[in-house]
Every structure is written in structure tokens, then in C-alpha cells.
């Protein structure tokens, strides 16, 4: 998966990794979601195809939500004080849940039902082609379905191929050097 930001994410400390998935990612996908599923009741009139395209992503919106959730509540607390106590050479008492790999491989089975529902989004919509004499909110609501599109594909992205390997060997490390409790 390319990357097409102006970032070098892979030079970025696993700390900021997650600052930005949080930042950027999680506040787009809150603030976006909302007006895309607006933008759809408005325009789906009558269109079966948008009226399929509606029911997926407000699917995809309310699982994203509750995935958000177990990052913010759950997992990312837990690697920030992974990623400080290995900073300060600390002890650390391990997850709750033995190893963090077990909440990442439910974090990445997410990611990956969200990137099979955002495709068949993308198929719906003829990858995001607006029809002749299509109004104004039709294609702004194709426009931001893309970018949604391709900012979930950067955020899982950064997750799966940087935070969440960067910390499995970190955490692995962590156990390695006996600062596991």
C-alpha cells in the first residue's frame, strides 16, 4: 500500500505514529463520517445503488466507532506507557490480555472488514464517477467518499505496517530483557 503523503511515517517514533493515527485519523473519521452520511440521505433519493452505498457506510461508521474506541480506551494507552517504560529502561506490568498481539490481530481482522466494505463502496460508485448532470452535493459526497477512502487506506496503513509491528517487537524486547511483570 503506497503511502502519497509528504510524510517519511517510517522515521516517525512509535509514540508520534499514534499521536497522528489519533489526531488526524480518528478526528477525520468523526468529523467526515457524519456529513458523508448526510450528504447520502440527501442525494440517495430514488438511486438504489447510493441507497446500498448508504446502508455500508453507515455500517462502516458505526463499527469504526466502536473500533476507534477499544484503540483510544484500550490498546493505545497501553503502548504509550509500552513505548515509555521502554524509553526509561521501567518495568511494566504486561496487557491484561497476556501479549498485545492479541488485540492487534483484532484490531487488523477490523481493518480488514472495513477496507472489503470501503471497495464494494468503491465498486457501487464506479469508483467515485459522478454522473452527467450530477448536482453539487453528488460529487462533493463522491469526493469526500474517496478521500475517506484513502485516508482509512493511510491509517491502516500506518497501524498495521508500523505501529503495530514496531510494537510486537518492542513489547518482545520489553519481555526479552525481563522488564516484564
Not at 115 to 144: F, K
Amino acid at each position: 500500500m503506497m503511502n502519497k503523503t509528504k510524510f517519511d511515517f517510517p522515521e516517525w517514533p512509535l509514540d508520534l505514529l499514534i499521536d497522528y493515527a489519533l489526531k488526524v485519523h480518528h478526528r477525520r473519521i468523526r468529523e467526515n463520517g457524519p456529513v458523508i452520511l448526510g450528504l447520502l440521505k440527501k442525494v440517495k433519493a430514488g438511486n438504489s445503488v447510493l441507497e446500498e452505498v448508504e446502508q455500508l457506510f453507515e455500517q462502516s461508521f458505526a463499527d469504526l466507532e466502536t473500533h476507534l474506541m477499544k484503540e483510544e480506551n484500550v490498546l493505545f494507552p497501553y503502548l504509550y506507557e509500552l513505548f515509555e517504560a521502554s524509553q526509561k529502561k521501567h518495568s511494566l506490568e504486561q496487557m491484561h490480555c497476556g501479549t498485545i498481539s492479541n488485540p492487534i490481530r483484532v484490531m487488523k481482522d477490523d481493518h480488514q472488514g472495513e477496507l472489503e466494505r470501503h471497495v464494494r463502496i468503491a465498486l457501487l460508485t464506479n469508483y467515485y464517477a459522478t454522473p452527467d448532470g450530477a448536482s453539487d452535493d453528488y460529487r462533493q459526497l463522491n469526493s469526500m467518499l474517496q478521500q475517506f477512502f484513502d485516508d482509512l487506506r493511510e491509517h491502516i496503513h500506518i497501524e498495521n505496517e508500523l505501529i503495530f509491528p514496531g510494537f510486537e517487537k518492542l513489547e518482545q524486547q520489553w519481555v526479552m530483557n525481563g522488564l516484564a511483570l
